[in-house]
T-cell receptor, first 115, second 113 residues
Framework: AQTVTQSQPEMSVQEAETVTLSCTYD???????LFWYKQPPSRQMILVIR??????QNATENRFSVNFQKAAKSFSLKISDSQLGDAAMYFC????????????FGQGTRLTINP | DTGVSQDPRHKITKRGQNVTFRCDPI?????LYWYRQTLGQGPEFLTY????????KSRLLSDRFSAERPKGSFSTLEIQRTEQGDSAMYLC???????????FGQGTRLTVV
């Protein structure tokens, strides 16, 4: 079974600074998807960024980028120029390429932005 | 609003009572998922529908839990004889086949007293 581990329960960063959230995962499959989801206090989960395992290039979405290390099974999220609106729980998630496509989530990292 | 809608948003029930939650997915989405999220944890998969067929159920889904998607549109999740351990946020998500992104609803928070 696939597992996802986020070893940082909480992180904080000064507004406008850069922060990196860590995620490791375990799978025996070679093709899969990895995601970072954001869950603000209103509780609706929002997709931040997606990475296809068969792509070597790291995904980037505006201020959000990932460092995908397939051999190390590591998938970190970098948030540049942090904004107050970035404060939320962040979840790393894994999904198989085929089949049910259910998401396997990590435990989450609570990100606080200090003004 | 064309997003995933869940009803009710909050439910408080006494132990032993039955509760039912509803999820309305995005209209053209044929895949629907239920997850459970306890405080401070990531969501855990409960069950998955493709159209009206329930294709996968987690071992977390005990025989007190049942889910339906009768016409391949909205879905209901029923919990019978609720226990305090059932207290959690129940999240619904939907997606299109062959599309990677799943869209989540705001969830139903269940408190069993």
């Amino acid at each position: 079974a696939q597992t996802v581990t986020q070893s940082q329960p909480e992180m904080s960063v000064q507004e406008a600074e850069t922060v990196t959230l860590s995620c490791t995962y375990d799978t025996s499959e070679s093709d899969y998807y990895l995601f970072w989801y954001k869950q603000p206090p209103s509780r609706q989960m929002i997709l931040v960024i997606r990475q296809e395992a068969y792509k070597q290039q790291n995904a980037t979405e505006n201020r959000f980028s990932v460092n995908f290390q397939k051999a190390a099974k590591s998938f970190s999220l970098k948030i540049s120029d942090s904004q107050l609106g970035d404060a939320a729980m962040y979840f790393c998630a894994y999904r198989r390429l085929w089949g049910a496509q259910k998401l396997v989530f990590g435990q989450g990292t609570r990100l606080t932005i200090n003004p | 609003d064309t997003g995933v809608s869940q009803d009710p948003r909050h439910k408080i029930t006494k132990r032993g009572q039955n509760v039912t939650f509803r999820c309305d997915p995005i209209s053209e989405h044929n895949r629907l998922y239920w997850y459970r999220q306890t405080l401070g944890q990531g969501p855990e998969f409960l069950t998955y529908f493709q159209n009206e067929a329930q294709l996968e159920k987690s071992r977390l889904l005990s025989d007190r839990f049942s889910a339906e998607r009768p016409k391949g549109s909205f879905s209901t999740l029923e919990i019978q004889r609720t226990e305090q351990g059932d207290s959690a946020m129940y999240l619904c998500a939907s997606s299109l086949e062959r599309v990677t992104e799943a869209f989540f609803g705001q969830g139903t928070r269940l408190t069993v007293v």
